[in-house]
């Protein structure tokens, strides 16, 4: 099989169209039984439910080709539950987790010229997401709804790939207590617009949001779980239920356990420790560990010791670790790798 001709090693986080989706539609209480698609298009009411009331969720994955010449899927089981979890949340018909994933497995198998070749920084991004798709006028679910999943070849999130970001601490909120924060809700990104286009024009990568109720606790970005290094050497992640469970950060806390040796641990982190951490990174499947160097405090600068060059010797321990695993260099845990035939 041959790969598409493209410039791999320099590919930013984009929308590339594809050749291949997967399509399913769910009308009078059942879903169909899907299937591969050429059409990127979607035709829909001008009043369908995700339109007027933001009805839609979706999933973020990566498809990678191994060192050994196999196509992979990282943790999708994990993404298929996910999506459950957000699924009941917006009063959605979950769309069931076997079907998920052999939806994946189809769209990366028709797909498969456009999964990046092994060692060339590139991943194959997938979106699965779903949506109220019929009329809806008063404020209710919708009846019908169509889940679909397209995949998109990418580079690193961030320009500039693994420089160090500098961020600010946002006055605005991305998630109220008993609200959304813990789900993939496309809502929760459309009322982050605002926050992201503001921190870019002050100069700023990303914001770092704090818990609503006291802004006392950091949270997450708009995009990806923080991960922190103290001074002594341990890993730290803000646990909070109104963050999105993210599967990298899961997945890194047991890498630092098991493989690295370090102690990791899930707590509170309050914006009043920041001074003392040795180092910060962002940590999403689009982000993989994106480096921090500096967060500004309003107008404060609080600079990681990991400086504003490199990433920080434990992050980048941990980078090496799970991409290692991803791209089949380091063996994984059982149950990690989905191997596409
Ligand atoms: N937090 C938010 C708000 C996200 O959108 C994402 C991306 O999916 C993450 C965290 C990282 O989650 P995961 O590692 O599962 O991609
Ligand atoms: C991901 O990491 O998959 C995300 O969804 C983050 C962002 C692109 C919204």
Redo the contacts with the bound molecule.
């Keep these: 099989m041959e790969k598409k001709n493209i410039d791999w090693a320099n590919l930013g986080f984009g929308y590339m169209k594809t050749d291949y989706r997967y399509v399913s539609n769910y009308t009078d209480g059942k879903w169909d039984d899907g299937a591969i698609t050429t059409d990127d298009m979607i035709t829909m009411s001008e009043c369908a439910c995700v339109l007027q009331y933001a009805q839609t969720i979706f999933e973020?994955?990566k498809a990678y080709t191994t060192q050994d010449g196999k196509t992979v899927v990282f943790r999708p089981d994990?993404?298929a539950s996910?999506l459950v979890d957000s699924a009941k949340r917006l009063e959605m018909p979950p769309f069931p987790e076997e079907r998920f994933l052999d939806a994946i497995d189809q769209l990366v198998r028709a797909n498969k010229e456009w999964v990046p070749p092994f060692g060339s920084g590139a991943s194959l991004y997938i979106r699965p997401y779903m949506f109220g798709i019929n009329p809806v006028i008063g404020v209710k679910p919708a009846t019908d709804y169509q889940f679909r999943a397209f995949a998109t070849p990418v580079g690193p999130y961030f320009k500039g790939g693994v420089k160090p970001l500098t961020i600010k601490i946002s006055d605005f909120d991305r998630a109220a207590p008993n609200g959304t924060g813990h789900i993939?809700a496309g809502l929760?990104?459309a009322m982050s617009l605002h926050a992201i286009v503001t921190a870019h024009a002050e100069g700023y990568d990303e914001n770092m949001y704090l818990d609503s109720a006291t802004r006392t606790k950091v949270e997450?970005?708009?995009?990806?779980?923080f991960l922190f290094v103290t001074k002594d050497g341990k890993i730290v992640t803000p646990k909070s239920n109104t963050?999105?469970?993210?599967?990298?950060?899961r997945s890194l806390i047991q890498v630092a356990k098991d493989y690295l040796g370090i102690e990791a641990e899930e707590r509170e982190v309050y914006v009043d420790e920041l001074k003392d951490m040795a180092e910060c990174g962002l940590?999403?499947?689009?982000?993989v560990i994106s480096p921090v160097g500096k967060i500004v405090d309003h107008g404060k600068e609080i600079c990681l010791p990991s400086g504003m060059n490199a990433m920080g010797p434990i992050t980048q321990k941990l980078y090496d670790t799970l991409t290692g695993i991803q791209m089949g260099r380091i063996e994984a845990p059982k149950g990690w790798i989905r191997v596409i035939e």
């Design positions: 973020g994955m994990l993404n996910r993939k929760n990104y997450e970005t708009g995009g990806a779980n963050i999105l469970p993210s599967i990298t950060r940590c999403g499947t689009a982000a």
